[in-house]
């Protein structure tokens, strides 16, 4: 089956305490991207990366980092959590990194920082 | 600058009425025009999407979306709603010149009600 997944599903940390979420797709896929999801904000993008090695910065990329060393994974890191990073994380994977083609979105972690 | 506005919060429905949810865009030359759907708990699910071609777009789940490029929108609708329709939606743009950044509105949440 053809998806994206992520862990965990849920965390709660506290402040400083370096975390990662992982993310995977089985698709192949060239495109990868991290979103946070904030009430009435809808989702905003962290980082995107279009292949191994090659990542660059989203529109909110702040207290956050990535890598791409393999096609199916696209780790985030938050070095040095702060409670205003408390948020819904998507990673998403798209076919291309055409902006026609449709994004798949993994299941979601939801993430509290205290 | 691309952007997405959906000007509603909530979209109230009765069981098999017809449902319209709104978004307007903004972009420089051809937009690639997306409609997302979450339901509770889960992450985003690709429902329909406008690249080229007919203003109508037929998509998942008996959604439609209706391309108007004069009024720069691009409203989902559906002629008979059901209660499993109620979740959250999201509009989406990027364009050929984007290719990668994909700009989401705010969402808006549709209840139907039996």
């Known amino acids: 089956e053809a998806q994206v997944t992520q862990n965990p599903r849920y965390l709660i940390t506290v402040t400083g305490k370096k975390l990662t979420v992982t993310c995977s797709q089985n698709m192949n896929h060239e495109y990868m991207s991290w979103y946070r999801q904030d009430p009435g904000l809808g989702l905003r993008q962290i980082y995107y990366?279009?292949?191994?090695?090659?990542?660059d910065k989203g529109d909110v990329p702040e207290g956050y980092k990535v890598s791409r060393k393999e096609k199916r994974n696209f780790p985030l890191i938050l070095e040095s959590p702060s409670p205003n990073q408390t948020s819904l994380y998507f990673c998403?994977?798209?076919?291309?990194?055409?902006?026609?083609?449709?994004?798949?979105f993994g299941p979601g972690t939801r993430l509290t920082v205290t | 600058a691309q952007s997405v506005a959906q000007p509603e919060d909530q979209v109230n429905v009765a069981e098999g009425n017809p449902l319209t949810v709104k978004c307007t865009y903004s972009?420089?030359?051809?937009?690639?025009l997306f409609w997302y759907v979450q339901y509770p708990n889960r992450g985003l699910q690709f429902l329909l999407k406008y690249i080229t071609g007919d203003n109508l777009v037929k998509g998942s789940y008996g959604f439609e979306a209706e391309f108007n490029k004069s009024q720069t929108s691009f409203h989902l609708k559906k002629p008979s709603a059901l209660v499993s329709d109620s979740a959250l939606y999201f509009c989406?743009?990027?364009?050929?010149?984007?290719?990668?950044?994909?700009?989401f509105g705010k969402g808006t949440s549709l209840l139907v009600t039996p």
């Open positions: 990366s279009m292949n191994v090695e090659v990542t």
């Open positions: 989406a743009v990027s364009n050929s010149n984007s290719g990668y950044a994909l700009n």
């Open positions: 972009v420089s030359g051809n937009p690639y």
């Open positions: 998403a994977s798209m076919e291309g990194w055409d902006g026609a083609y449709e994004q798949y």
